[in-house]
């Protein structure tokens, strides 16, 4: 293997490092009410800007690929179309600044992200907002435009059946800053009675190689189909353990989403 196949994608800017990283990460959840439970799961995301995705070499490319079906409407030709197509239903125009996405990647074709996050900046590199896409395991997705402080801090009312265990109620409170060396997201879920759910995703940063892929592959196989079955074992958990469910509501389209 020459050196040139041995990076994922030439070097670039993506604030001071490269434009594609691996973060390998922790994700927790813990739901609080009306029983307590929780779960670790180790996999590993993606940190891409949009406008230069990574390029695998041929081999590879079973291992991650980045398809525009996966969000927004996903009728779109780009991930960078979507985003815009999106954001203008919503009166925002990046006017071209860079967007920095962290998600999982298709892997062997399946691909799931219970959460994706887009860090949408200006011409002059300023964020204007952050898009926080949400998956559930029903093929629905549903965005929350925010606009955090400098602390990467944002608020959201809770719009979206995500959880069977889990009322469309609520209030979501968000600490989203952009990734550096360290990745460190936190969602907490708010209802009448304080803090129902907790998910957290911490993560170290590592330059997107052939071997450190290969490497993460090796470690978490099929990752994404991991993550979805994942959720699933501990639904039946909490199902057996008498959770109570509620009923799946029906969504309202959003703008520049799904109809």
């Not at 990283?21 to 996999?43: G, M, Q």
């Not at 590993?44 to 996966?70: M, T």
């Not at 030709?77 to 006017?95: K, Q």
């Not at 900046?121 to 300023?126: I, L, P, Q, T, Y």
């Amino acid at each position: 293997m020459t050196r040139a196949e041995e990076d994922v994608i030439s070097a670039g800017p993506l604030g001071t490092g490269p434009v594609a990283a691996l973060y390998d990460c922790v994700i927790t959840h813990v739901r609080r009410t009306p029983l307590r439970h929780a779960l670790r799961h180790r996999t590993y995301l993606w940190c891409v800007d949009l406008d230069r995705l990574p390029v695998l070499p041929r081999a590879l490319r079973p291992l991650a690929r980045f398809d525009a079906r996966d969000h927004f409407a996903g009728t779109a030709v780009s991930l960078r179309a979507g985003l815009d197509a999106y954001l203008a239903a919503h009166g925002v125009d990046l006017e071209g600044g860079r967007v920095v996405m962290l998600a999982h990647a298709r892997v062997f074709g399946f691909v799931f992200n219970p959460l994706s996050v887009f860090w949408c900046h200006d011409a002059s590199g300023a964020l204007v907002c952050v898009v926080a896409e949400v998956h559930n395991t029903y093929g629905q997705r549903h965005c929350y435009l925010l606009r955090p402080d400098e602390a990467g801090e944002a608020e959201a009312d809770k719009e979206f059946y995500v959880s069977p265990f889990l009322a469309v109620e609520g209030r979501y409170r968000m600490r989203l800053p952009l990734p550096g060396e360290r990745l460190g997201l936190t969602v907490h879920l708010e209802d009448e009675g304080g803090r129902a759910f907790t998910a957290v995703v911490r993560g170290v940063r590592r330059p997107a190689s052939v071997p450190a892929l290969l490497s993460a592959a090796v470690r978490r196989p099929w990752s994404t189909a991991a993550v979805w079955a994942g959720i699933r074992r501990h639904g039946i958990h909490l199902l057996l353990r008498g959770l109570p469910v509620h009923p799946r509501v029906r969504s309202t389209p959003q703008k520049g989403m799904l109809p």
